[in-house]
């Protein structure tokens, strides 16, 4: 039985195709679709709203950026090409240059997501997971933050981005088109088995890959800030210079780092926290491939846990899947991409 796809327009549904890519990824913007229709006279146009269903699961909500019609001798072919409707703050500049000193990320999500269309501005979700040793993230997003100016040119998805990884938090969207603020799923039961053994038996795994990398990662990280003072008069008097550290054991040698942070005085601690973090995601990635879109009738879905047994890699623990590309290839049929990463980490 092969996997169903459908892209559905309105009250349309396409569900033939010669070929498709569908990505989701928690750290990239706008999650990608591309489809090469089989009914080439199929009216399609750029910039409607569309949804992507897999297996009569929805997995995207976005927009068509790209319609592409190409004649050859040969026949006609039909391309389609679209984001989840995270493009549309990817793609939309800020138009107020107004100072948003002292607004909280709630605030300032509220004012930016106003005039975006599609974005249901009452369901963003707002993680109320424990961030920091002191607070919550719930208190930390009613925190007000001390971002100045908006300039021209900054886009809604890079201000309300900045604001998030300040409180140590992602972005991203579900596949219905909810906006989260948040981190990733790190505890509960595993959704998910990947095995690899050298037997062979009970495999799912197509083949597998594993990537370590120190380039982007640091012994110890040092984040420096400023709050305002009480007692001052000056506005120059009045900035208190603070900073937070984080060191990464992991490294076996001297590698330090060092970034400005001017938001407030919460910031330094989450962001270096965030940074070390950051470092150890993207210094250690696994990535597999396996048939089909499914398992045991779910989806392969990002943001969930994976027991993966990898006998020839080594592995053998819970990791986190926060990337998957279904694909239909000529010669394997549809299959599956995962990126996988270590628990715990954003």
């Not at 009250?11 to 033939?16: L, R, S, T």
């Not at 890079?158 to 596949?175: D, I, N, T």
């Not at 037997?199 to 380039?215: F, H, M, P, R, Y």
């Amino acid at each position: 039985m092969s996997d169903k796809i459908s892209l559905r327009i309105g009250d349309k549904a396409i569900e033939h195709f010669l070929s498709y890519s569908i990505d989701t990824d928690l750290y990239t913007p706008a999650d990608a679709f591309r489809m090469e229709l089989s009914a080439p006279e199929t009216q399609v146009e750029a910039g409607m709203r569309c949804e992507v269903w897999v297996n009569d699961q929805r997995e995207l909500t976005g927009i068509i950026d790209r319609v592409t019609r190409r004649v050859t001798e040969h026949g006609q072919t039909l391309s389609v090409e679209g984001r989840d409707l995270m493009g549309l703050l990817v793609d939309s500049c800020c138009e107020s240059f107004v100072s948003v000193k002292n607004k909280s990320l709630r605030e300032l999500a509220a004012l930016l997501l106003r005039a975006v269309p599609y974005i249901n501005r009452k369901a963003v979700v707002y993680q109320s997971a424990a961030s920091g040793k002191a607070k919550t993230t719930t208190d930390l997003l009613d925190e007000p933050q001390t971002i100045t100016q908006i300039e021209p040119g900054m886009t809604v998805f890079e201000v309300l981005k900045a604001a998030a990884v300040s409180r140590g938090l992602l972005f991203y969207s579900l596949p219905d088109g909810t906006l989260v603020f948040g981190r990733p799923k790190a505890k509960g039961e595993p959704a998910f088995t990947l095995q690899l053994t050298r037997d062979g038996k009970g495999n799912n795994v197509i083949e597998s890959e594993l990537a370590q990398d120190i380039s982007r990662r640091w012994s110890k990280i040092t984040v420096l800030g400023q709050r305002q003072g009480q007692d001052s008069f000056g506005a120059d008097a009045t900035a208190i210079r603070t900073g937070a550290s984080r060191t990464d054991s992991e490294i076996s040698f001297y590698k330090p780092f060092v970034q400005c942070s001017n938001n407030d005085g919460v910031s330094p601690a989450l962001m270096a926290r965030l940074l070390m973090e950051k470092g150890r995601k993207e210094g250690w990635q696994y990535g597999v491939t396996v048939a089909r879109h499914s398992s045991n009738g779910k989806n392969w879905t990002v943001n969930e846990l994976a027991r993966v047994t990898d006998e020839v890699q080594g592995l053998d623990g819970v990791y986190l899947i926060y990337g998957r590309t279904f694909e239909l290839d000529k010669n394997l049929g549809p299959t599956t991409r995962l990126k996988l990463g270590r628990v715990g980490l954003i």
